[in-house]
């Protein structure tokens, strides 16, 4: 079947995504310096303290920048989970399991991929608060005492870190195994659809 290109992701998208992957990785590795001494990947712990703080700022600033267009620019209607959505689960799931061998049809990303991403707004969401209460003790003593206290909320930061590390091994796993030119869709905006051949010509 023929394929046509078309624009799939605008510069807001792309800026964003590939920023905060940027940005992601330079928190985890310093997030685990702190956490794993033992690991010495910036040197002093003083460095891993102060490159984890820039970007968790970034991290902050990012996210809300990224919510902002989200609204602003009506993506909601298009990423956001839907009610609607669900119906296309087995299908899409099927597809992932390789049962089905023919990808479904959807529109700019599937239920899951939707579920996915607002689950991770929620976990970045609440890694920011957690990171900002280590931050500020004082400030934001509540949160502290919300989650048991500073040990357990440096526990719980640790741990969404993992998760984060997952998210993004699985995402990587999804991405890569797809087609690769959904990747150079999400540096140069430009991806392809097929499109019904008009009789050959
Ligand atoms: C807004 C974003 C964030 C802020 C403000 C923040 C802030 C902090 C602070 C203040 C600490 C304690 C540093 C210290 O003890 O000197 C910390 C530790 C840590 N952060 Fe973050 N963080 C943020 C996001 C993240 C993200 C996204 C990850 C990983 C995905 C992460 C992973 C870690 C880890 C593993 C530790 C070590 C926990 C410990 O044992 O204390 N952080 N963060
Ligand atoms: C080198 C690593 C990565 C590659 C190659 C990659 C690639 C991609 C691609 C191709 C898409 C578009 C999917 C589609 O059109 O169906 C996408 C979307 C997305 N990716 Fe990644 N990704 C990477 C790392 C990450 C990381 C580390 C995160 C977050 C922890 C992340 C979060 C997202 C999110 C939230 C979306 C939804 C679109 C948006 O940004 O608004 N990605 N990624």
């Known amino acids: 079947m023929a394929e046509e ?3 799939k992701h605008d510069g807001v998208e792309r800026f964003t995504h590939w920023t905060h992957v940027v940005d992601t990785i330079l928190l985890i ?10 690991f010495s990947i910036f040197g002093s712990m003083l460095t891993a303290r102060f490159v984890h703080l820039v970007s968790g700022y970034l991290f902050l600033f990012l996210g809300i920048l990224h919510v902002y267009f989200f609204f602003a620019l009506g993506k909601y209607g298009i990423a956001m989970p839907a009610v609607s959505d669900l119906g296309e689960i087995g ?4 597809y992932y399991l390789f049962i089905d ?3 479904p049809d959807y529109a700019k990303y599937n239920v899951l991929q939707k579920f996915a991403y607002a689950a991770l707004f929620v976990v970045s969401f609440l890694q920011a608060v957690l990171g900002f209460a280590l931050y500020w003790p004082v400030a934001l003593a509540p ?5 048991g206290g500073a040990v357990s909320v440096r526990i719980w930061h640790t741990t969404i870190m993992w998760v984060f590390l997952s998210f ?6 999804l991405v890569l195994s797809e087609d690769l030119r959904l ?6 905006g430009y991806y392809y659809r097929k499109i019904a051949d008009k009789g050959g010509r």
């Open 5 to 7: 290109r078309y624009y």
């Open 29 to 38: 590795l310093s997030g685990i310096q702190i956490h794993y001494p033992g």
């Open 91 to 94: 299908p899409v799931l099927r």
């Open 101 to 103: 061998t023919t990808k």
């Open 143 to 147: 949160v502290l005492s919300l989650f």
């Open 168 to 173: 993004t091994a699985v995402h990587l796993y």
């Open 183 to 188: 990747t150079k869709a999400m540096w140069d």
